[in-house]
């Protein structure tokens, strides 16, 4: 559906408790920002975006993904989108993303569309804030207002990138950690895990939990027996690291509270995953919430997401807006 206004216009009578405005909430953000330099923006991104999830709907979590990725290493910059040149070395070779990171492409369209309509106006980092919550939208997720008004940085960092975003084998406390020196806190760690209602991982990213890291080849305690074995058939002892399997196999292009459930039946599929259920109380105690109820997953999850996509951005005269997203522009 190529009409975003329309599109909203049926959905906010079903959302509208979930729809809000966090003005206050991003400081020299606001989601007004672009209202008289850049009207369409939103529906240039929307028209975009709708004709690549309806193709391909794996791209939506791609997408999430991306905006994740860029906002965890130096801040929601755009850092991330940009290519190795020069003294720039890019966030692409890193870890996270080396092998996973995807969706580039789509944000180059978009970015094309939007400097056609308004030339050297909108950010990167806005295009990627936006592309998260209509990719979430456009796979039945909730709806927020995006507060807007990001600049691009002039940099990438390739060791953020492979040491501050969080990864699919490190501990309960480590993920916490990394969420924490970011502003984040424990309601935001277990409602973004939310996203992988949606998306896909390499069996690489869960190897270990299917012939265990002492070398005995036996399965995780954590993990359903009749699942695990399902897994080992596709994700052998070696090779096999490209194969992709859903995060969420009940709803796996729909984003639901289905991941949280999954959670309480042993199901999940990273370790990061599962280590919600088994090493925190608190955590726990927020799985089966948003297991039981919908609702409040989707409301803690728009609001996390306003949170994160306020880490650290650039505003005023700091960083500019690139006129192409992979490189700067001097």
Known sequence: MANKSLFLSLLILAISPLCFSEKSQGGNLYPQFYDHSCPKLEDIVWSVLAKVVAKEPRMAASLLRLHFHDCFVKGCDGGVLLDSSGSIVSEKRSNPNR???????????????????CPETVSCADILAL???????????????????????LDASLSGSNYNIPAPNNTFQTILTKFKLKGLDLVDLVALSGSHTIGDARCTSFRQRLYNQSGNGQPDKTLNPAMAAVLRNRCPRSGGDQNLFNLDHVTPFKFDNSYYKNLLANKGLLSSDEILVSQNADSMKLVKQYAENNHLFFQHFTQSMVKMGNIAPLTGSRGEIRRVCRRVNH
């Open 99 to 117: 092998n996973s990171a995807r969706g580039f492409e789509v944000i180059d369209e978009i970015k094309a569309a939007v400097e056609k309509a």
């Open 131 to 153: 592309t998260a919550r209509d990719s979430t939208l456009l796979v039945g997720g909730p709806n927020w207002e995006v507060p807007l008004g990001r600049r691009d940085s």
